[in-house]
């Protein structure tokens, strides 16, 4: 796209999706180790988890007020001003997608080694990575403006739904069948709907990107592929 | 029109342009715009400076008629009626299709004489006691009748600059036009000024069709509905003001609106 005549404006543009770019990659290194931390039950990388979420907290709240100060002194339009309220928009989603990485690590003393063996604990790593990909995607796709991409991880979503489904049936049947592991299970269960709410919240993300970049809203999915949600 | 620009256009039209050429000498300014603009809308045209908006805009009341070189093609209509057919009375056409320009321009007369003597010349009062009602009505539409009520015989060329542009303004409706063309009426003002005109604009939508020539986006995105966005004599895009400003389908008009014209 051509530079915009005042060159502080595309510096600042480029700062904006430069933090965005930066909040996902540490959004997405959560996820993974918070699930590298549950395989490996590491209390140690659980907390570093923890404690690193409020990094990025710290970008969400840069970004608002880079972006408050573009809508004040640059009055974007156009593509310019649906970037910037994409930037604010995923910003608050990438936050809570922290949020659950960190939920997910703070569960990992609970749960005790000996159900590491445990089949679900064996399909939550590759869901949590289907869910970070998505989230990697999801903003390399605003970075990128790149509709094709966003709506590739659109397409995921039920991927991630599959996973919660077969951990939740998978879980429950082994409860029945062992009611000494249930308050283990019960982690498990949360852990899992943890992160099939991040597949949910990269998706949005990628919604935002694609109207971003694009200017038309997407057609509402399905809902009935959709897991019942709480949150 | 092509299809996509007819579906923009807005339903029953106050006034219509069909292939409207205009030219100075030799050089062609507007290259066949149609253009249909509504009642119930303010339409603001916007576009770098020398694209041919105040061209455009005299066409549709014929101001370019005092400009020796200047030459016009295609068609106009005000109600379906061609403003361009020899039996259109131009004094007529220009009381129901006023104007206000860039630098405001009272008469060094009194602020009364500056209403009046548009009414007086087409005979809309009978009597003092008509033509003080005018006065009081042009005045309070245009916001003015507060700050000028008891210094009517004030000059009308005392008033601050925003003041007098709302007296031009009062001008323009004193002789009850349907439309009123707005020629960058608030780029002499300052921004106080400048909120007290958009605010009147707002007040006189609906009354009136308007039509605002302003270089200064943010002003066509507070005070229209439509927006028309002009580049190099062609009407590039047309359209519903608040898609012109988030999502514009020509090229020219995003690299213009977002700040990346060269
Ligand atoms: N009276 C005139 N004689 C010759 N050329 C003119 C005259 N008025 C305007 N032009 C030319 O016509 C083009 C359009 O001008 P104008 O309608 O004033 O543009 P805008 O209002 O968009 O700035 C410009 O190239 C300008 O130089
Ligand atoms: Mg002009």
Redesign the pocket.
């Known amino acids: 796209m051509a530079e915009h005549t005042i060159k502080a404006f595309d510096d600042e543009m480029d700062r904006l999706r430069g933090l965005i770019a930066e909040m996902g990659g540490r959004a997405e290194a959560a996820i993974e180790s918070a699930m590298l931390a549950l395989q490996r039950h590491d209390r140690n990388l659980a907390a570093q988890v923890v404690a690193d979420d409020r990094k990025i907290d710290a970008i969400e709240a840069e970004v608002e007020k880079l972006a408050i100060e573009i809508i004040a002194l640059r009055a974007p339009m156009a593509n310019d001003l649906r970037d910037v309220i994409a930037a604010l928009k995923i910003v608050s989603v990438v936050e809570r997608i922290g949020d659950y990485a960190k939920n997910i690590a703070k569960r990992v003393p609970s749960i005790a080694t000996n159900s590491r063996t445990m089949e679900p604990i064996s399909l939550l790593p590759s869901m949590g990575q289907v869910a970070s990909e998505m989230v990697h995607d999801a903003l390399n796709a605003f970075s990128a403006r790149d509709a094709e991409l966003a709506l590739a991880v659109i397409d995921r979503d039920t991927v991630v739904d599959d996973f919660y489904n077969s951990v939740f049936r998978t879980l429950v049947t082994f409860m029945v069948e062992n009611p000494k592991t249930i308050s283990e299970c019960a982690h498990l269960l949360f852990i899992a709907k943890n992160i099939e709410r991040i597949g949910d919240h990269a998706t949005n993300v990628a919604e935002m990107v694609y109207y971003a970049a694009t200017g038309q809203t997407l057609p509402d999915r399905d809902p009935s592929t959709t897991p019942a949600t709480e949150d | 029109m092509t299809e996509e620009q007819q579906s923009l256009a807005p339903a029953n039209p106050k006034m219509t342009a069909r292939d409207v050429k205009v030219f100075?000498?030799p050089?062609e300014?507007i290259k066949g715009v149609s253009i249909d603009v509504a009642m119930d809308n303010v339409t603001a045209f916007i576009?770098?400076?020398?694209?041919?908006?105040?061209?455009?805009?005299?066409t549709l009341n014929r101001m370019n008629d005092t400009?020796a070189?200047?030459r016009v093609e295609g068609t106009i209509t005000l109600d379906g009626e061609d403003i361009y057919a020899p039996s259109m009375d131009v004094v007529q056409l220009r009381a129901r299709v006023g104007m206000v320009f860039q630098k405001p321009n009272p008469f060094p007369k009194s602020i009364y004489e500056n209403i009046a003597y548009g009414p007086r010349i087409h005979g809309l009062a009978a009597s003092k006691a008509d033509m003080d009602v005018i006065v009081e009505k042009s005045l309070r539409r245009a916001g003015l009748w507060e700050e000028v009520k008891d210094r009517l015989q004030d000059s009308g060329t005392a008033l601050s600059g925003g003041q007098q542009q709302r007296l031009c303004i009062g001008r323009a409706i004193a002789v009850e036009p349907e439309v009123i063309l707005m020629?960058e009426p608030c780029s002499a003002l300052d921004p106080i000024a400048t909120a007290k005109i958009e605010e009147l604009i707002h007040e006189l939508r609906g009354r009136y069709a308007i039509v605002i020539?302003t270089?200064n986006m943010q002003q066509a995105a507070r005070v229209s509905q439509r927006t028309a966005f002009?580049h190099l004599?062609d009407l590039v895009e047309y359209g519903v003001t608040s898609d012109i400003f988030t999502n514009p389908r020509q090229e020219r008009t995003k690299d213009y609106i977002t700040g990346r014209y060269g």
């Open positions: 100075y000498g050089k300014a576009g770098p400076s020398g694209c041919g908006k105040s061209t455009f805009l005299r400009v070189s200047a020629d020539v270089h002009f004599g």
